[in-house]
């Protein structure tokens, strides 16, 4: 199959214009997810230009554009310096990140990732991966899920929600999304129960897929391979990689102090372009829900 994908790419336009392509430049879309993205940076580029994509996700595959200048690569995005080292490419002019996940992902409900499909508890971004949110939930100490959904998912009551999936798990092995919803609704307020709802999903995807770990690595690398006035442009969807994205394309640091050298000179390998967060439009909420949280932060190497 090669389709536009059932995913509407978010930030489209102000996510090419904060790439400022160059026609014949190198870029990477290191989350292809259903090539949106990728095909609208394809279209500003020369046939000497080159996009480089990443998708850990085999479905991925199923979107990818035939053109002679794109490449899709099965991995992780925290890997891109090997690939490109492989590819003899030792500098890009841009990287593109979507870091919310995708339609695709959600509306399968095989893939376990949503509390309105009843599913098996899976999760995994890389269905090749063996660890699942089922290994989450049901070997986790309460300690340890306690930690989960109180630093991924932002939940005050997160010892209580820790304390019913034990409870639960007790009784009976939690196998589907809708044993962990069962496990845990008697604690969550009908009137907020989806927002609660997504972010305990959110917080267990986060474990099992070490989303923020990766995106520290995956800033790093990225940084190191941007050529000198090369953008970076990525797009989040909750605040724990915003703040990340935020603090790094701000000071180099992903705590939010720079580092100084012995005579108190501060380095920071990329500056902020845009001082202000970028946040869809009223009409593309409209047409795109999912599109809400999104927050897009653009950097460019000095």
Known sequence: MNSSGPHIPVLLNEAIEGLNIQKDGVYIDATFGSGGHSREVLSHLSRRGRLVAFDQDTLAFNFAPDADNFILIHSN???????????????VDG???????????????????????????????????????????????????????????????????ARDIVQAREKKHINTTFDLVNAVEAHIPRKIKNKILSKIFQAIRIEVNNELENLKKFLLAGSEVLKPGGRFVIITFHSLEDRLVKNFFKTGTFDGVPQKDMYGNVYTPLTPVNKKVITPSVQEQELNPRARSAKLRIAEKL
Do not use: C
Not at 77 to 91: G, H, Q, R
Not at 138 to 156: C, K, M, V
């Open 77 to 91: 995005f925290i890997y891109l310096k090997n690939f490109l080292k492989y590819l003899d490419l030792t500098e």
């Open 95 to 161: 990287i593109l990140a979507d870091l919310g996940i995708s339609s695709m992902h959600l509306d399968i409900p095989e893939r376990g990732f949503s509390y309105r499909f009843d599913a098996p508890l899976d999760m995994r971004m890389n269905t090749l991966q063996k660890f699942t949110a089922r290994d989450v939930v049901n070997d986790y100490s309460q300690e340890a899920l306690a930690d989960i959904l109180f630093n991924y998912g932002e939940l005050r009551n997160a010892r209580q929600l």
